[in-house]
């Protein structure tokens, strides 16, 4: 530690680490290794959320956001778990060095030569150090790390795993509940193993006793994993069958692959399974009826278009028809079959129940609110959220409810409040999670031989040739999801110091204080919502509506809605302003003005309730220049002045030829404090642009003199950063 004193009069660093020069060269591979599969944090994996920083990128943000002064590259690195161990000195040098060579046959960890820093935490003796020196440096308490906008919490929860204490907020119920299960539960209740595998057995084996007659098979020693799902509608010319298939593979590999062989006759469709390689090159997968969104009708040859093709979903008009079949023998042995008969009987078997059970005929009938039309449900006919299912996937989500339901009263009578609460939450999460695979949203991957998950891309599109999952097999199903769910939070119980805490509300973040004291924050590290990218109410919806079915009794504060919240959150969506837009104000110009008010309120709110000499760090991706306008105009307004930028690679990405590219993969951290007072004179543009201009210069230059690889894009985002810094200063 330091002999220097950063302590003065208000117990406040002068400077903190942020402010300084950083290793981002390391820290910024470290981040590229982060993104790539398997590697990234635990809590990404105990559900789906929208937007993920990489754990580096988080810890430099959080770390360097309340370190007095400047800190030392290595110094910083190894507190970060970047670097072998055995290296005193040139840990940022190694990094690099390691990043250029030719990697082997082993793993990134093997290349490195030291372990993934995501699953490495601080040592009790580290963690000692690193609060002696705060203590010193904040006047003798911890500094109190707050994320207003913690989505899933991954900086909060870095926080409190270096001994910080934390306070985080989350306006959406769907990741409010990932906070509740790795934020709360994971520290206060800890582990839940064995008891949570238990129950999760039972749920399972209630709920597949009770779907099974929905997916027979006529070998008895085979069980049905997914199916490849499509629409059949009839031909306006000659009112043939059409399939809405764009290619017929069911599953691509090394010496070919399984693919269906449709026969036409009489205006019907027949499907055959075939090996491709054994077809001798007669047969090609490719050639389909659907083309883009249009549709040629197989047996006359009229083109169907898709405005034609939607308004027959929308209305009904079509059938349901699975044309391939992934199955599972008792020995593992998996191969696929052509769908028939079977499956249909089987789809019509879920059909009348859905329309003759009276739980059913409620159950998942909220409306579906989503204001894009190009990716709306509605345009097909789901007006509810119950029709993105067909039949029989919903009445697998309800058995598997129905199973939940079973054993709740007995997990609430077993164990305390605290545990139950945590038990049922997590075995929730495993639930929607689920769901996520098992819609007409999710598309069918030849790649793979199964389905995706519903985000592919951040839409609700409906998918011509979907999948059909078996929730109670393996590959897919239930079981899978929820070892993946509880894997993750007894990892995150592992990765905690004891008495980790952390202070958590679901609040719409324009109104913290009424939650929280003025000056009770020393840091605010903000990863605030992605402006007009990602819609995150509208897409979470379809999270939320389950969830609440198994929820709303335990976390009524959390559940008490209809639907999400919308009008609250800090998203420019110009869908919204569709009806009060007019010829003096565009909706794209009404909702930037709601993204720069909402964003505006939530500075206001954090300079409310941040100490003297408190810092903020923004972290900010976009490569649209009036996403960074708006955010840093509510910021400036806010009465915040920029004291450092610095440009970090947290979007996924190879950083190896992207350069000239014309995408934005890296991240600007804005460092803020807060403005002390304001002049009354406001500076003209004429006196500032040539400094403005040249502080551009100046680190476009000095990115490309440092060899940091990144896209012109990018480029021209980390040299917004001094502009606005530049600009901050002069205000107004």
């Known amino acids: 530690m330091s002999e220097q004193s950063f302590t003065d009069e208000e117990g406040v660093p002068d400077t903190v680490a942020i402010e300084s020069k950083l290793p981002l060269n390391a820290i910024d591979i470290e981040s590229q290794k982060d993104m790539e599969s398997g590697r990234y944090h635990s809590l990404r994996s105990l559900h789906k959320w929208f937007a993920a920083r990489p754990t580096p990128a988080v810890r430099l943000a959080v770390l360097a956001s309340v370190y007095p002064g400047e800190i030392d590259s290595d110094e910083l690195l190894r507190l970060m778990k970047i670097g072998p161990k055995e290296l005193d000195s040139g840990l940022a040098e190694f990094v690099e060095n390691k990043f250029t060579e030719e990697k082997g046959s082993g793993t990134l960890d093997d290349h490195y030569g030291y372990p993934n820093p995501n699953t490495q935490s601080p040592t009790k003796a580290e963690i000692e150090k690193l609060q002696g020196t705060l203590r010193e440096a904040w006047g003798g308490e911890l500094p109190t790390i707050l994320d207003p906008t913690a989505g899933r919490g991954i900086i909060p929860f870095e926080a409190i795993r270096y001994g910080l204490p934390a306070k985080a907020n989350e306006l959406n119920p769907v990741p409010s509940l990932i906070l509740k299960a790795g934020l709360e539960y994971a520290p206060k209740v800890g582990s839940l193993d064995p008891d949570i595998r238990e129950w999760r057995d039972k749920i399972h084996e209630t709920a597949k006793e009770n779907i099974e007659p929905y997916f027979p098979t006529e070998e008895p020693d085979r069980q049905i994993l997914n ?40 205006g019907s469709i027949q499907y055959e399974h075939v090996r491709v390689e054994n077809q001798g090159g007669s047969y090609d997968p490719e050639d389909a009826p659907l083309s883009g969104r249009d549709a040629e009708c197989p047996h006359c040859g009229v083109v169907n278009e898709k405005g034609e093709i939607r308004e027959k979903i929308h209305e009904g008009e079509f059938e349901y028809s699975i044309y391939g079949v992934n199955y599972e023998k008792e020995n593992g042995e998996r191969g696929y079959r052509a769908g028939g008969e079977i499956d249909q009987e089987a789809l019509s078997k879920a059909k009348e129940r859905v329309e003759s059970d009276f739980d059913i005929l409620t159950f998942l009938s909220e409306p579906v609110d989503v204001s894009s039309r190009t990716n709306d449900p509605t345009s097909y006919g789901m007006d509810e959220w119950r029709d993105i299912f067909t039949p029989r996937q919903l009445v697998v989500q309800y058995e598997f409810l129905a199973a939940f339901e079973k054993y709740k009263p007995d997990i609430l009578s077993e164990y305390d409040t605290e545990k139950a609460h945590a038990l049922l939450s997590i075995l929730t999460l495993a639930a929607s999670r689920s769901m996520n695979y098992n819609t007409r949203l999710n ?22 040739m979907s999948v059909d999952n078996n929730l109670s097999a393996p590959r897919r199903g239930y079981k899978n999801h929820s070892e993946h769910v509880i894997d993750a939070y007894e990892t995150l119980v592992s990765y905690l110091p004891e008495n980790a805490t952390v202070d958590l509300s679901n609040l719409d973040a324009a109104n913290l204080s009424s939650e929280w004291e003025a000056g009770s924050v020393d840091a605010a590290v903000v990863d605030p919502p992605y402006y007009s990218s990602i819609m995150y109410a509208e897409l979470s919806d379809v999270f939320y509506v389950v969830q609440k079915e198994y929820l709303e009794d335990i976390h009524p504060d959390i559940y008490s809605s209809n639907l999400t919240d919308k009008d609250n959150e800090a998203v420019a969506n110009p869908y919204r302003f569709e009806e009060i837009a007019d010829d003096e104000q565009s909706k794209k110009d009404l909702a930037d003005e709601h993204y720069e008010s909402k964003m505006g309120e939530i500075f206001t709110e954090i300079q409310e309730l941040l100490s003297p000499g408190g810092v903020m760090t923004v972290m900010f991706t976009h490569r649209e220049m009036d996403a960074w306008d708006t955010l840093t105009s509510a910021l400036i307004d806010a009465g915040f002045t920029i004291t450092a930028t610095h440009p970090i690679k947290t979007e996924m990405g190879d950083r190896v030829g992207l350069q000239g590219k014309a995408s934005a993969d890296s991240s600007i951290f804005l460092v803020a404090r807060k403005r002390e007072g304001r002049s009354d004179e406001r500076t003209l543009w004429e006196d500032v642009q040539d400094d403005i201009r040249q502080a551009a210069r100046d680190q476009a230059e000095e990115i490309l003199d440092s060899g940091y690889n990144i896209s012109k894009t990018d480029t021209a985002i980390a040299a917004y950063g001094p502009t606005l810094q530049k600009y901050a200063e002069e205000y107004p």
């Open 443 to 464: 598309q069918w991957r030849d790649s793979r031989g199964y389905g995706s998950h519903i985000f592919t891309d951040n839409n609700l599109s409906l998918k011509r």
């Open 227 to 266: 199916s490849a799902l499509t629409y059949i509608i009839q031909c306006d010319s000659c009112g043939g069958e059409m399939p809405l298939v764009s290619k017929w593979w069911l599953n691509k590999d090394s010496d070919g692959g399984d693919a269906i062989k449709p026969t036409y006759e009489n």
